[in-house]
């Protein structure tokens, strides 16, 4: 409810969404949004000229970060579980081990996603987690098995590492990873995951002459730059 002429009541809307298309929200009530121009809406709404008034968006590039327009409304994509799900607390981790994954993050701000590593004594493990930052900041946060703190990244940069060792007089051990959202946003997010047991290389100072560290693999590469490919290619990492 909200207060007018000092009576409670229960208002027509909030918000623009809460009204059809043509309206738009004025004192939580549905009012008649006539426009000859986006300078006649509210907010970030949009004239719609062949209809004469405003409207949510009239295409996808009038709607903001992973939103789409659909109906002359912007909503939120679609998000399709990846494979690990459902994934959300260490008991429903799945173990994996030394591999590459393409994931997705639905619903972030309301979603964690879990995974378990299993460690023998002396072994290191190398996770990396890469992300689109400008659609989400995604952290990490590696735990032993009765929840307590081993390892954590939580960077802006879209890539999130983290390497933890288990000692060489610990007993083999399952350890569990978090891969959590910084901030609310709505929506699908894919992020790629790398994981390695004993990696070959962190980084590339691990690696012989010639060779560069990728996911965790010493490998010679194709190309360096761009010059190094034939005329019509791009080198890409």
Sequence with gaps: QVCQ????????????SD?????VC?????????????????????????????VDCLGDDDCTGTL????????LPSCEPDGFEPNETPDTAPLVDSGRWELTMC??????????VDLNPGDRVAIEVLYDQASLDLDMRLEDNAG???ASSGGMSGR??????????????RVFLKVYPYADRQGAVPYTMTVAINPDCVRESDCSD??????????????????DCIVGELCQD
Aim: glycine share 8%; hydrophobic share 30%.
């Design 107 to 116: 619903n972030p701000g309301g979603e964690l996603d879990w995974y378990a």
């Design 68 to 75: 789409y327009c659909e109906d002359n409304r912007c909503v």
């Design 19 to 23: 009204c059809a298309i043509g309206e």
């Design 148 to 150: 307590g703190y081993l």
């Design 210 to 227: 010639g060779e560069v560290c990728f996911s965790f693999v010493c490998i010679v590469p194709g190309c360096r730059t761009h010059s």
């Design 160 to 173: 999130e590492f983290i390497q933890y060792t288990l000692p060489a007089d610990s007993p083999a051990q």
């Design 5 to 16: 002429h000092n009576i409670c009541v229960v208002p027509e809307c909030r918000r623009h």
């Design 26 to 54: 004025v004192t939580y009530a549905c009012v008649d949004a006539p426009c000859d121009d986006d300078y006649d809406c509210p907010g970030n709404y949009v004239c719609d000229l062949d209809r004469g008034f405003c």
